[in-house]
Nanobody
């Protein structure tokens, strides 16, 4: 079981930037991805971005493309989400999660959810 801990949320004005971190516990898995999701009040949780650990391939939701960047630090077992040009609609609790990656880069179900970190963007 992988444990994930998010950090870095906060309050920022529209147009500003924030960086989130997702630190993973030690494990021996080699083919997996770490994803970021968010959930705004009254809305369902939605996919934001993910990164395939083996080669660093990033995946983004259309709503954040060009504004958010996902990256990883192998040595620290940590994934980062750099969020620029933030909008009030980016306000949500952000979670990271773990998924195995199978044949053909097929992602399994995301699990091992972190506790979440609040991001609030004021207009």
């Amino acid at each position: 079981q992988v444990q994930l801990v998010e950090s870095g949320g906060g309050l920022v004005s529209a147009g500003g930037s924030l960086g989130l971190s997702c630190a993973a516990s030690e494990h021996t898995f080699s083919s997996y991805a770490i994803g970021w999701f968010r959930q705004a009040p009254g809305k369902e949780r939605e996919f934001v971005a993910a990164i395939k650990w083996s080669d660093g391939s990033p995946y983004y939701a259309d709503s954040v493309k060009g504004r958010f960047t996902i990256s990883r630090d192998n040595a620290k077992n940590t994934v980062y989400l750099q969020m620029n040009s933030l909008k009030p609609e980016d306000t949500a609790v952000y979670y990271c999660a773990f998924a195995f990656v199978g044949v053909g880069d097929h992602f399994g179900d995301f699990g091992s959810w972190g506790q979440g970190t609040q991001v609030t963007v004021s207009s």
